[in-house]
């Protein structure tokens, strides 16, 4: 009697997308979508023109605009030249090689981990890639997504293939209820913080638990998006009645039969009971606080209500001097709280926080309040499809009477190449996914954050802890 062995989700994809798999060689992996942008995009075309090579599958792949878009009037020309050849470059070669676009003005504009699961693009047990390192929050869906660099986008667009090492697998596991004032974006800073930038490097992570099944398809996709901050190739959540309900809806999924049929195909895939992990990691979230980043790079987070950490307190030399250069970066002073720092700027979106779940947040906090007279508050949609819902629902009049700016959809100052940055000095509550150096604009200091957060900072033009506000 042959004995089967129990498989996580990660293996169950992985196995089933195998082309090539020859000893001591890196496997041949079969991408089923590839979803491309302004930034990362152009090389790899000019390297098919190089080599006389077409698009193998032009229907397996899709772009936007995302990174480069101004998130004010479209009717402008484009200020930065460097912007607008870069849109122009991407008109040029989805128009060569027969790649779908969403271009500015299209219905379905939007950031590219946004319209991807919006549009039923994304979908359980495929494989996405994208020249994007937050691809990763496609596994919400029970997908193998990564990022992936331009050499890479030129493979997939002429072979539909990769060549990839097999990554380990991290199961983590959130057990307890999650407390109010506490949301997604708190549990993953909370995870980063405990493991470190480093401490997922070349594992795909799987998020499993209580607190997870709890979470609505938006906050898991946040969840996901952050997991290459803690050094992960992936992040990955086994589909349920959830993930079906979000997709029964969208544009792409299979119709009638088809979707019945890709149901029954999509609840087989979880792991598997007794399946193994290279490692395992379990978190109470019952106890969980609002979570705030302190320094230059997202694993140095804290709950809001404790001091910004001494350098001296870090276990060995080098974690000091990392805490010690940041806070100099920062202007910080170790030991002291970070409630009550006061700040500049508020930056409420990115492909991290900027769906509808998102903006509800924010606005809940900014009804029937005025923004602090010394702090900048820009809210910007991820895509023009929340655009349009967030104006049925009148939260623009909300955002616009407390007085914060209500834009386009895009990156916007999440990548700060777009016109919107912050000035050097400037201190800023970001709703984003990366505060490293510079980031949000030269000199710009970022303080990671959830909406709640951002919101509630914003109305008190200080670091603030959201649960003082809520009712």
Known sequence: MTTVTPKNLFEKIWDDHVVVQEKNC???????????????????????RNR????????CTVATMDHSIPTTDRTLPIA???????????RINCGEFGIPLFDIGNENLGIVHVIGPELGLTQPGVTLVCGDSHTSTHGAFGALAFGIGTTEVEHVLATQCLLQDKPKTYEVHFDGFVPRGVVAKDLILALIAKIGIGGGTGHVLEYTGEAIRSLSMEGRMTICNMSIEGGARAGMIGPDDTTFEYLATRAHVPQGKGWDQ?????????????????QTLSLDVS???????YGTNP?????ISQPVPKPESA???VASGAIRKALEYMDLEGGKPLLGQPIDVVFIGSCTNSRMSDLRQAAAILKDRKVNPGVRVLVVPGSEKIKKQAEIENLPDIFRAAGAEWREAGCSMCIAMNGDQLSPGEYCVSTSNRNFEGRQGKGGRTFLASPLTAAASAVNGMVTDVRTMLD
């Open 26 to 48: 890196p496997t041949v992996l079969y991408i089923d979508l590839h979803l491309i942008h302004e930034v990362t995009s152009p090389q790899a075309f000019d390297g098919l």
């Open 52 to 59: 006389g090579l077409k698009v193998l599958r032009p229907n």
């Open 80 to 90: 930065d030249p460097i912007a607008a050849k870069q849109l122009d470059q991407l």
């Open 262 to 278: 890709a149901v029954t195909r999509w609840q087989n895939l979880q792991s598997d009971e007794g399946a193994a992990y290279d």
């Open 287 to 293: 106890q969980l606080e609002p979570m705030i980043t």
């Open 299 to 303: 694993g140095m987070g804290i709950p």
């Open 315 to 317: 276990q060995g030399p």
